[in-house]
């Protein structure tokens, strides 16, 4: 009786592990060459695209860094203009000085250009000619492009320098803003705001805002001083803490004959 063959299960198996391994180096190989095609079919549509927003995000840096540096040297000229200015109107050579802050005030950033023109303003008040000066102050108090407080300052500096010629509502108008407890400003543009009160012959008004003034401890003692004389002369108590008040009157006492004769 003839017997039946039998295979070896180990060579089965080493013979399918094999088939195994070379259908996987198959299909990794068939894999990379797909990747490849798509590869260079992307290259072939968008290659051109990409290398010229490669170029232009260069170009952006390196103009980025010329402006960098462009703003840091305009800067240092900047401030060397306005340290000639403050030089020149030390020496009192005003004409010079205006001459330095002109290019600040033109083409200066804006707080840079707001302080040219605080200064330039101040130099017209220097020899006489307010109306120009509180022209150019006003403007500078309407300019949304200047900084708030320096915007603030030139209302103050404006109305202080044309109360005189402004009508008392046109100082209501700008001063009423300003002239509020806390506000940094309170002082100055409140004493300005009750004088215009007192144009109109609204004592009632002017009295309290004198004496507010007066009791803020955050006011200058010299404006404090003075609105409460103010307020006194309206009918109105301005004084908070007496023994405070007299100290500071005999404080100031032996200065005033030097400041009289000055």
Same mark, same amino acid.
């Given at each position: ?10 060579? !089965? ?5 094999r ?22 079919? /992307? ?9 010229g927003?490669v ?15 462009? &703003? ?5 000229k900047?401030?060397?203009?306005y ?7 030390d ?7 205006g !001459? ?5 005030? &033109? ?9 040219? &023109? ?9 020899? $006489?000619? !307010?109306?120009?000066?509180t022209?150019?102050l @006003?403007? @500078?108090?309407?300019d ?20 005189? !010629? ?15 407890? $806390? ?11 009750a ?12 009295g309290?805002? /004198?004496?507010?003034?007066a ?34 009157e &005999? ?12």
């Open positions: 009786m003839a017997l039946t063959p039998t295979s070896d299960p180990s060579s !089965t198996d080493k013979l399918a592990v088939r195994a391994a070379e259908q996987d180096v198959l299909v990794r190989e068939v894999d990379e060459a797909v990747r490849q095609d798509e590869a260079g079919e /992307f290259l072939r549509r968008y290659g051109i695209a990409i290398v927003l170029i232009v995000a260069l170009i952006a840096f390196g103009a980025w860094l010329w402006w960098k540096g462009h &703003r840091e040297d305009q800067k240092q900047v401030s060397e203009s340290i000639q200015a403050l030089d020149q109107i020496a009192g050579n005003a004409v010079k000085a !001459t330095d802050l002109d290019p600040i005030a &033109r083409n200066g950033t804006p707080a840079a250009a707001a302080g040219a &023109r605080l200064l330039q303003a101040g130099l017209m008040i220097a020899k $006489g000619d !307010t109306a120009r000066a022209t150019a @006003l403007k @500078l108090a309407d949304s492009d200047a900084p708030r407080e320096l915007r603030d300052l030139a209302a103050i500096k404006g109305v202080s320098a044309g109360f005189d !010629t402004m009508t008392p509502q046109a100082v209501i108008a700008r001063m009423k803003p300003l002239a509020k407890p $806390g506000n940094p400003w309170f002082g100055s543009a409140g004493e300005l705001l004088a215009a009160y007192l144009k109109q012959g609204k004592k009632d008004l002017a309290p805002l /004198f004496a507010a003034i009791k803020d401890e955050n006011v200058p003692k010299s404006l404090r001083s003075r609105t409460r004389q103010m307020a006194g002369q309206l009918g109105y108590d301005a004084v908070s803490d007496v023994d405070q008040v007299l100290a500071e &005999r404080r100031a006492a032996p200065s005033a004959p030097a400041a009289a004769a000055q």
